[in-house]
Structure formats: structure tokens, C-alpha cells
């Protein structure tokens, strides 16, 4: 509990330093950085649409409290969105999926596949966020591999709790984005097996934690996602990253937040923005069905990471 709530107190003071001297709030700073440009961009025959979507996501973070990043990447109109995508949040259990990938990576240097219990691990871990899975593969795969992985996929950015508290493993929206790049694309890091294994789990995420980036999806696309949620006294962190892929679609968007006063507003907040970047891509198709409501867990909060040993191994 005293990493956990220092982690906080940390969080607390940089909103603090960004706006409380000036009476500013975190809304505020986030809303800030939307108007200054249009963070969204695209090649000349889509610029309109850069130019909508930046607004749409500006409309729906208006007034929104806390804040925000979020990244987008549509491989089929080569459009991107980048609004505070080098700012760190908390992971929670968005984390996880870095750790599969980890893993996944480290099997594939040692030549040797999967074991049973491995794959148990990895099921429980994507497909229902289960934390004791978690701590057990993060402890397996050790602080050495996993910084091996993220320096292969050069995410430069995120940085790992060392204390063995991964769900405060801080990340950012422009790593996430590029771990889905690796996740959906040929690249030297992660063999096509691996990707297939690691989208499999993700597309087989139980229906109650299937909010988020998911929200407003087109049918007949194939969603892959991992969210998390985490309770700290400056908020609730809420996250998700998620790829949106078939039927001429192929396209990737991370939302973090924090400083949210509940989870549902969190949600709610995320899922607007997913609804306005679905609806934009994808101009004229019907949303898949509404999305089940947002299911936390049990308390304690289920993206507390669990201390343990987690030093290289």
C-alpha cells in the first residue's frame, strides 16, 4: 500500500504542478493541448477527414474531467492521431498485454514453446485480467526480458514498476500505439505465431470487460483489446488499447486516463472518444451491438499490481 499510495501522491503533484498554480485543471490541460492543433493527420486525400476527427475527439473530451491521450493509426487511409501521446499514466492491467508479448518474445529466442501452464497463465491473464496470473508470468518472465522486449519494440517510453508492482508500470499512448503495430504487422520482434497466439487471446476477452475502445465498433470487424482500471487517490486510471481489423478495416487506437472520479465516468469518457473515432473511420456502417456494462471485479481494485519478487531472472 506505501508504493501504491506514494505512486499516487506522485500523480497527484504532476497535475498539481501543470495546473494548480494557475487554477488551471487537469480538464483544462487536456483541452488545452486538443485546441492547439489539429492532432489528428492524414495524407492530402483524407486531410478532411484528419480535420474532423480532431474535432470530434475535441468535442468529446470537452469538459471531461481529468487527463487524457489517445492515439490512432488507420493503415487504410493512413491517418494518425497524436494528442498527448508522450504524457505517462499509470498502465494498469493494459500492461498485461506488454507482458504476453515479453514472453512470447523470450520463447521465441529460446526455441522452446509455450508449457501448459504458460498458456493457462496467459488465458487467464488477457482474456479475464486475472492478476495472480499476471504476477506469476511477470515474476517468470523477470524486469531483464521484459526490458529486452521493450527495447527491441522500442518502447522507449514505458517504464517498468521495479518494485514488482506492474499495474504502476507507467506507459504512454505513443508506446501502446507501437506495441499494437507490432501485434497487427510483419516485424522482426514477434513472429507471426506469436501474434496470432497473443490477437487470439485478445479477441476472446470476456464480454463484461469489453468497454472501452471497443464502443461504437463496426459489425463484422474483428475487435482485439485490453483494458484496464485502476483506483488511486487522485482518481480512477482508466485504459484501453484495442485493433479493429477485417471487412477492408484496419486500424488501432489507444485512450488513457486518469484523475477520473469513478470508474463509470472514465468509461464513459473513454467510449465517447472510441465512438467518435469508429464513427469517423468508418462513415455510413452500423455499430455492432451495445457493449455490456463496465464490470470492475471484486475490490480491492482487480489493476492493483501484486508485490512480489520481479528483479531479472
Not at 64 to 70: K, Q, T
Not at 114 to 132: F, G, V
Not at 148 to 169: I, P, S
Not at 177 to 198: D, F, G, I, M, P
Request: charged share 20%.
Amino acid at each position: 500500500m506505501g508504493i501504491r499510495a506514494a505512486a499516487a501522491g506522485v500523480a497527484a503533484l504532476v497535475v498539481g504542478i501543470v495546473g494548480g498554480a494557475a487554477g488551471i485543471s487537469a480538464a483544462d490541460v487536456t483541452a488545452a493541448a486538443a485546441a492547439s492543433a489539429s492532432f489528428c493527420t492524414a495524407p492530402a486525400a483524407h486531410k478532411a477527414l484528419a480535420a474532423r476527427l480532431s474535432r470530434d475527439i475535441t468535442k468529446a473530451l470537452a469538459g471531461r474531467r481529468g487527463l487524457h491521450a489517445v492515439t490512432v493509426h488507420d493503415r487504410v487511409t493512413g491517418l494518425t492521431c497524436r494528442l498527448s501521446e508522450g504524457h505517462r499514466f499509470d498502465s494498469a492491467s493494459v500492461v498485461k498485454a506488454t507482458i504476453l508479448a515479453a514472453l512470447l518474445r523470450w520463447h521465441q529466442e529460446t526455441g522452446r514453446p509455450l508449457s501448459d501452464r504458460e498458456k493457462h497463465l496467459a488465458t487467464l491473464m488477457i482474456t479475464r485480467s486475472d492478476n495472480d496470473a499476471a504476477t506469476a508470468l511477470w515474476n517468470e518472465v523477470g524486469l531483464a526480458r521484459l526490458q529486452h522486449f521493450l527495447d527491441l519494440a522500442k518502447m522507449t517510453e514505458t517504464q517498468l514498476n521495479r518494485e514488482g508492482y506492474w499495474g504502476l508500470t507507467q506507459i504512454t499512448a505513443r508506446d501502446e500505439l507501437t506495441l499494437l503495430r507490432l501485434l497487427t504487422s510483419s516485424n522482426s520482434v514477434l513472429s507471426a505465431s506469436s501474434r496470432k497466439y497473443q490477437l487470439g487471446l485478445m479477441a476472446r476477452v470476456i464480454p463484461a470487460q469489453r468497454w472501452g475502445v471497443p464502443a461504437g465498433a463496426p459489425r463484422y470487424v474483428t475487435v482485439y483489446v485490453k483494458n484496464g482500471w485502476l483506483p488511486l487517490s487522485d482518481g480512477w486510471h482508466i485504459n484501453s488499447i484495442g485493433a479493429f481489423i477485417g471487412h477492408g478495416r484496419d486500424y488501432m487506437m489507444v485512450v488513457l486516463s486518469d484523475g477520473n472520479p469513478t470508474m463509470d465516468y472514465g468509461v464513459t469518457t473513454v467510449e465517447a472518444v472510441a465512438e467518435a473515432v469508429h464513427r469517423d473511420l468508418n462513415p455510413g456502417l452500423a455499430a455492432a451491438d451495445t457493449l455490456p456494462a463496465a464490470n470492475p471485479g471484486p475490490e480491492p481494485s482487480p489493476d492493483v499490481a501484486g508485490p512480489g519478487p520481479a528483479g531479472p531472472r
